[in-house]
């Protein structure tokens, strides 16, 4: 079954000097002399593209395949987390904080041959902000009140208010042609590849762009290849049909990876959180002790050894131990069933209740949804599961916000903010912590962010805003004859320009 998780965006800004377009990776190291420079990558995926557009529902995939390798920002977040300058060469900020200007790097062409200018990065950012934009990050930025192109290598942002994460956040929009149109199942970036070709339901073959701008792809070309299931992926791999899983989804299968030497394994770092969504306007998750109930009846550690194994870690809240204002609060609503009960009780449901679970159809949320039903009806609380697919989901959850509960995968680092934003899918309204994470984006200081994101998080955790269930592990399984991937894959992004193949 096709995985969309869903990707969302969070807060911090750094900077970095950074001439061309390069990777941080892993695996085996394969000699320079060894690696074939026209040598195609075979990439393995469970996560195809809605469609090519990611302001158009494109999903996890068309971010995998395309951010980095086809499009680019003017800013790019590296694998380790660090925001460096790429079609910008550099920017300047007024006094007060509310307007950046940016120089653009010259010599960069789009796939199309068109020259790069400020009329296309203006466009650009519009087009994320746009009312029929479907990028779930056009609310992560702030209020915009001009963009200015006062020649065509500069462009001029001026805010409403004090965005302190306002650069990181360009490192999510895509710089396109603002003569491409309708961009769906075509492309026109200006990154290291050009699209060859898509196959719906089968591959997406990628090829190396001779006119690129900067240092060009270590590689030959990349096809993604997609896979229904993890078994078929893994097999895919063992038959040397692909290269590298961009991420392992099938831990039992693990083992015949770890005990070849002809596969690297790597633990990366991840930023995804499995979530037990509630939607916190309606009854019975209206009420916080419902919420904190139903968290503590559920057994995260079970859950996560039955999915995982030993890979994987608890999280007691949206932030993954990687985001700087990280706080171990995995003692917060901890798994207890006695208090479980005794909160339900204090709710009015000591006879428990029944709600819909909303479930995707894809591994593990029907796996996660069994388990969640059986640990609650050890209190008392009857689970009818109500699987959808990822289609449905964005449709009826996301966007009409018509369920009670659902599970669901948030890929992105420092997206706590989302907690902020009462109009969010899950309806979490406290009025503090919409103030605490307001204040921290208009922070002047990285320090004053940090505490009080951390004072907004732990706010969070303690109104059991939703559950969270486990912090997946990131896996990306090789051939040792690879060398260059990433082994992070923060938000998603899997650059592939850096990859060698012996």
Excluded at 262 to 277: E, I, P, W
Excluded at 382 to 407: C, E, H, S
Excluded at 408 to 436: I, K
Aim: contains cysteine; negative net charge; aromatic residues 10%.
């Amino acid at each position: 079954m096709k995985k969309q998780r869903i990707a969302l965006l969070g807060a911090t800004v750094a900077t970095a000097i950074a001439l061309a377009a390069c990777g941080s990776g892993g695996g085996a190291a394969t000699p320079a002399a060894a690696a074939d420079a026209n040598a195609v990558v075979q990439v393995g995926s469970l996560y195809e593209p809605q469609n090519l557009d990611n302001t158009g529902g494109g999903g996890q995939g068309v971010t995998e395949a395309f951010n980095g390798n086809v499009y680019e920002g003017l800013f790019r977040l590296t694998d380790d987390g660090k925001v460096e300058p790429l079609l910008a060469t550099g920017h300047t900020v007024s006094a007060d904080g509310l307007t950046y200007t940016f120089t653009l790097r010259d010599g960069v062409k789009f796939h199309s041959g068109k020259a790069l200018t400020s009329a296309d990065v203006k466009y650009s950012i519009e087009k994320v902000l746009a009312p029929d934009s479907k990028s779930a990050r056009k609310s992560s930025f702030p209020e915009i009140k001009e963009i200015a192109t006062p020649d065509p290598k500069t462009v001029t942002v001026t805010l409403a208010a004090r965005s302190i994460s306002f650069v990181y956040n360009l490192s999510y929009v895509w710089i396109v042609n603002d003569q491409a149109g309708n961009l769906q199942a075509k492309e026109d970036g200006t990154g290291p590849y050009k699209l060859d070709s898509w196959k719906r339901g089968s591959s997406l073959s990628l090829t190396k762009n001779p006119a690129y701008w900067g240092t060009p792809a270590a590689n030959g070309g990349v096809v993604f290849h997609y896979f229904t299931d993890g078994s078929a992926l893994d097999n895919a791999l063992l038959t040397n049909a692909v290269d590298v899983v961009t991420s392992e989804q099938n831990p039992d299968a693990l083992t015949q990876f770890t005990d070849n030497p002809a596969y690297k394994v790597n633990d990366g770092k991840s930023t995804t959180k499995l979530l037990l969504a509630f939607n916190d306007r309606v009854a019975p998750f209206d009420d916080v002790k419902v919420r904190k109930a139903v968290s503590a009846a559920i057994d995260d550690k079970k859950l996560l050894q039955s999915i995982w194994g030993d890979h994987g870690s608890l999280i007691g809240s949206m932030v993954p131990p990687t985001d700087p204002w990280y706080t171990d609060l995995t003692g917060v609503n901890a798994y207890n069933v006695d208090e479980a009960k005794k909160l339900l009780a204090d709710a009015g449901h000591a006879g428990g209740f029944s709600f819909t679970l909303d479930t995707p159809n894809y591994d593990p949320h029907p796996t996660v949804a069994a388990f969640v039903k059986s640990e609650l009806a050890k209190v008392g609380i009857t689970v009818n599961i109500n699987v959808i697919t990822p289609d449905q989901w964005y449709t009826k959850v996301y966007q009409n916000k018509d369920f009670t509960a659902t599970l669901q995968e948030h890929v992105n680092d420092r997206d706590v903010v989302w907690y902020g934003d009462p109009s969010f899918y899950w309806g979490y309204d406290n009025p503090q912590v919409t103030a605490w994470i307001k204040q921290a984006e208009q922070a002047g200081s990285e320090a004053d962010q940090t505490a009080l994101l951390k004072k907004a998080n732990e706010q969070i955790a303690q109104d059991a805003a939703s559950d969270w269930l486990y912090l997946y592990p990131q896996i990306v399984v090789a051939s040792t004859k690879l060398s260059g991937y990433p082994v992070n894959g923060l938000n998603s992004q899997f650059f592939a320009y850096a990859i060698k193949k012996g």
